[in-house]
């Protein structure tokens, strides 16, 4: 199992092997000699803190990331002032490009102070040209720079820096190769997001993921199963399965598997009790996956299912394939099978030509189908895309003015929902301390839906029966019911 492979088995005055993951190894063996010599002279060990923004792909990029980190010998550090930041950048909107940029001018200052300090920028925005062009003209204080495409090179690419000591940059256009079986660490040890797959063929005409991510890959159903049993075996409970749009997951393996079957494969996996998974897209979800969700005992009543636009008129620009009239069809079909199941959705408001009587149904389908809760974004031009084309922008202040309208109907909705519940008694997967009350812990339901009670931190991992006593519009607090 390459996850124990030991380093010192590795020979680093050999040349590095070609295959992959064994030469990831390699160049990890090289950076741990590296950490030790830094050991030697400082007297400690160097410190990593990365920081993640944007979606769970990213996050449990990140994971990766830290394990390669933590194999090689970097203690994590809980803030930017350590000896290695990497920030694992979104570009989703225009907002996180911004955010990135202000952060990397404060770790210019930190540098100042540590120039030995490495600075590293990787993940989607980093797959933009224009981003590089800025990088490499007005941040040269960065060290290096990678992709969505190659993060598993990471301790390749540290080496090569380290021996250089020049801004290294490696961004790929896209790749047909997943690497599997390097380290990773997970933030929370009792559950974990696996991806099974990568990139996104449905390019709506306002993303950019399509673009930074590439084109659609599955793992091997092999591959997935492998790595569940592995984390079920590490103490893992609760697994969501990731990917830009799962309904498609094993179109394209040379042995075709559905979704729905490999929910059932995972289903399997003892020692898992809760399976989740994001993001299913509207056009293709079904019939299969609704009846094995409702059968089975293990995947959470609860879905995922980004509307975007509640006109079918704003739907066909957007390149989203399906009407007002068949998402609300999709919603009655769940909802026939099971009632008690919780919807989510992402709306963007202000697509371009986006009218008043477009917004209405917007406002109609989330009063229709009563979300339990919502992601609202404010439409984001992003260059490249076919909607950056489009004329007719609308103006930042009705945009503005129908954000509002449409975050008050979402948040009504949501805490009259919430209240539905008290009184029951639900399972809750505690994952944390309270982090105002450190006499309480904080938890999961089946549903998502967080709860607070009262209990200590030996309860963190394990699932357990909570009376549900009083509802706070966006959480409960509950009380653990005695056996
Ligand atoms: N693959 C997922 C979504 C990934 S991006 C899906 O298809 O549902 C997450 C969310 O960001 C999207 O659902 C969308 O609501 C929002 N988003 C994407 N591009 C955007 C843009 N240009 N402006 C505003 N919001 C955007
Ligand atoms: Fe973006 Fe659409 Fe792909 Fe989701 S399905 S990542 S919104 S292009
Ligand atoms: Fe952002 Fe990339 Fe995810 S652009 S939303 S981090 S796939």
Known sequence: MYNEIDLDKIDI??????????????????????????????????????????CQMNSRDSEK???VLRTIGYQEADSEKADFVLYNTCTVRENANQKVYGKLGFLQTLKRRN??????????MMQETDEIETIKRSYRFVDIVFGTHNIYKLAELLDKQIQTE?????????????????????????????????????FCSYCIVPYVRGRERSRNPEDIVAEVERLAADGVVEVMLLGQNVNSYGKTLKEPVSF??????????????????????PKDLSDELIAVMAQSQKICKQIHLPIQSGSTEILKKMNRHYTKEQYLGLVERIRAVMPDISITTDIIVGFPGETEED?????????????????????????????AEMLEQVPETVVKER????????????????GKDVGKTE???????????????????SNNMIVHFPGGTELIGKILPVKLIEAKGFYYIGEQEQK
Request: hydrophobic fraction near 40%.
């Open 403 to 418: 954000f509002e309208r449409l975050l008050l109907e979402v948040q009504k909705i949501s805490s009259e929902l919430t």
């Open 427 to 445: 399972l809750v997967l505690v994952e944390e301390q309270n982090a105002q009350n450190s006499e309480m812990v904080t938890g999961r339901l």
């Open 13 to 54: 005055n050999l040349k590095p092997p070609m295959e992959e993951p064994a030469r990831q190894y390699y160049f990890m063996a090289r950076c741990r000699e590296w950490v030790r010599e830094f050991e030697r002279k400082n007297g400690r060990r160097p410190t990593a803190f990365i920081q993640t923004f944007g």
């Open 166 to 202: 020049k801004q290294t940059i490696d961004v790929w256009e896209d790749t047909a190769e997943i690497v599997e079986d390097l380290p990773n660490q997970r933030k929370f040890p009792f559950k974990s997001g696996v991806n099974i797959m990568f990139g996104c063929n449905n």
């Open 260 to 281: 729905a079957q490999l929910l059932q494969r995972v289903e399997a996996v003892e020692g898992i009790e809760r399976i989740r998974f994001m993001t299913p897209h």
């Open 359 to 387: 917004f209405l149904e917007t406002l109609d389908v989330v009063r229709r189908v009563r979300y339990d809760s919502a992601f609202t974004f404010i439409y984001s031009k992003r260059s490249g895309t076919p909607a």
């Open 115 to 124: 120039p030995k300090m490495k600075i590293a920028v990787c993940g989607c």
């Open 65 to 67: 990331l830290l394990g």
